[in-house]
């Protein structure tokens, strides 16, 4: 029988380590946004009677939810056998000198140094730097993301994920939807029947439809996540500083200008302001 795959690296809480304060953290965030939309749905109800409170809720609850939909919108996966073997040890030394563990680790495909930040509980490292970056690099990119969510720091990485994953979610909605039309409309040509032609018609209309009524609430979250980008900064120097105080700033910097000297088009001028922000920290 084969053994089942761990969905932690490693598995269990070992004792002694602290559980963080990153539960009461969510926690007070969700407290003070359901004091907030109980407030305007008790003003919406004189301006909207009956629906306008309900459709605030219904918007706040999509928000709540929204973390619960990360696989897909983000593509993350489990950690294949190669990318494994590497992570495991990296991974554990990681979560030692941080004083945590419990944190899922998951993949995602991308040629980038540093990952998404899919939800509270799951740190994502990219499929670049599982498999191409020297122990030492992979240790500090992992402490990288893990910084983003200890402790407080869990709190803008929650908030991130509330305003940014409604827009992934919708993209992936009409990319599921459009998606089949093309090979649908191919194999009709080759059928070369009228039931195969119907099919595609039938199709594109559900997908012209969800599109128009998604096309509102699409872009309000597209705005949405343009406001939050313009803010990730912030969040990558706080989790640099985390790497750092754990003891994996040289490894970083190192790791950083690896990627600056191996980057195909052009000088990454983002890389190279956090490569220097990441050395006046070392002093």
Known sequence: MDEPVQRYLPPGRPQGTPSGRAGVAIGLVVA?????????????????PGWGALALIVFWGILLLAPLTARRSYGYREPDEAERARLEH???????HAGVSGYRLVVVESDGLNACRPSVRTVAVTSHSAREL?????????????????????????????????????????????????????????????????????LAAVAVVMTVVVALPAAFAYAASLGARLLSAA??????????????GADLVAAVE??????????????????????????
Do not use: C, N
């Open 90 to 96: 990296a991974w554990r030394y990681v979560q030692h």
């Open 32 to 48: 003070i946004e359901g004091v907030v939309v109980a407030a305007v749905a008790f003003g919406l109800r004189s301006i909207w």
């Open 235 to 248: 969040g990558e120097a706080r989790a640099d500083a985390a790497a750092v105080r754990m003891g994996f």
């Open 134 to 202: 020297p122990p030492g690099g992979l240790a500090a990119v992992l402490a990288h993301e893990l910084g983003h969510l200890q402790g407080w720091r869990a709190v803008p990485a929650f908030v991130h994920a509330q305003v940014t994953l409604p827009h992934r979610v919708l993209q992936w909605a009409l990319r599921t939807v459009w998606s089949p039309i093309g090979p649908m409309w191919k194999r009709a040509v080759e059928w070369h029947r009228p039931i195969g032609f119907l099919g595609v018609f039938l």
């Open 258 to 283: 690896h990627r600056i000297e191996h980057q195909p088009d052009g000088l990454p001028l983002p890389l190279v302001r956090r490569a220097q922000a990441l050395r006046r920290r070392l002093g």
